[in-house]
């Protein structure tokens, strides 16, 4: 079940600045673009149920979501009812944001975990947009880190073995967990269980166990407790072949382009 808490709490002040402290990561917004935001947004804040979709495949939305902790995955479903999961959103994203400009979905967005959201309405987000031209080109950045996360799934899925797809989901995962400042001791949350990643890349349950096994046998990383744990993170990224440049890790605030300096990953 969906549980909202009431509007205009403490949680939802907590939401926008969390919504800003995302959007900053890569976009200068001044303090006039965060008042328009606190004065046009009426964030709603509900907790979220492991196993509920908080949208659904052919919904018409009116609310955009943004995460504000847990993990919601974005999956579609075929008429034989067989699932597809093609992404994973973590505190700070903002996984429905095509929703904003477009009509019905052609997704569902279930969480994974126990999860909190906040819901933006669509017509007070317009609002904004037309006040603040920087909310809208973060907006955007938003949207364009999104989709390369999406074609790189379909590559992995596609192009990658069986092994470097487990290696590769365990380095993006952990890659955009450290980005979001949600990593300790080279530990991250993750709460997907092998029929749920045999699903996101298209492998059988066996297939997810034996491989999550060789891959702990060989000091890579291992999963425990719904846990991430990066035992080698260089023996990890070779397996996967991983590189995180679709990530756009040295994309800075205010930067029309990415510097040319790369940033430090993860020991």
Not at 104 to 117: K, N, Q
Not at 140 to 157: H, P
Not at 218 to 239: F, M, P, Q
């Amino acid at each position: 079940m969906i549980s909202f808490e009431r509007r205009h709490t403490w949680n939802a002040v907590a939401a926008m600045r969390s919504f800003v402290a995302r959007l900053k990561r890569h976009t200068s917004l001044s303090t006039d673009d965060f008042d328009h935001l606190l004065a046009a947004l009426r964030l709603e804040v509900a907790t979220v149920v492991s196993g509920v979709d908080v949208v659904r495949q052919g919904d018409r939305p009116r609310r955009s979501v943004f995460v504000l902790s847990g993990t919601l995955a974005r999956y579609q479903t075929l008429a034989t009812g067989a699932r597809q999961y093609i992404s994973l959103h973590m505190a700070g994203d903002m996984p429905d944001l095509q929703c904003f400009m477009l009509g019905e979905l052609d997704h569902s967005l279930e969480a994974v975990e126990e999860s909190m959201v906040a819901l933006a309405p669509h017509e007070q987000l317009k609002a904004v947009l037309l006040k603040s031209p920087a909310f809208a080109a973060a907006l955007w950045r938003e949207s364009l880190l999104d989709a390369a996360v999406v074609r790189q799934a379909v590559t992995t899925n596609g192009a990658r073995s069986s092994l470097e797809r487990i290696a590769h989901l365990f380095c993006e995962h952990y890659v955009r967990n450290w980005q979001a400042g949600l990593t300790r001791d080279r530990t991250c949350d993750f709460p997907l269980n092998q029929s749920q990643v045999g699903q996101m890349l298209g492998l059988s349950i066996v297939t997810v166990n034996r491989l999550v096994r060789r891959l702990r046998h060989e000091g890579c990383a291992e999963v425990r407790g719904r846990r991430l744990l990066i035992r080698d993170w260089r023996k990890l990224r070779a397996r996967a072949a991983f590189d995180p440049c679709y990530l756009q890790l040295d994309l800075t605030a205010g930067a029309l382009s990415p510097p040319r300096r790369k940033p430090p990953l993860p020991a």
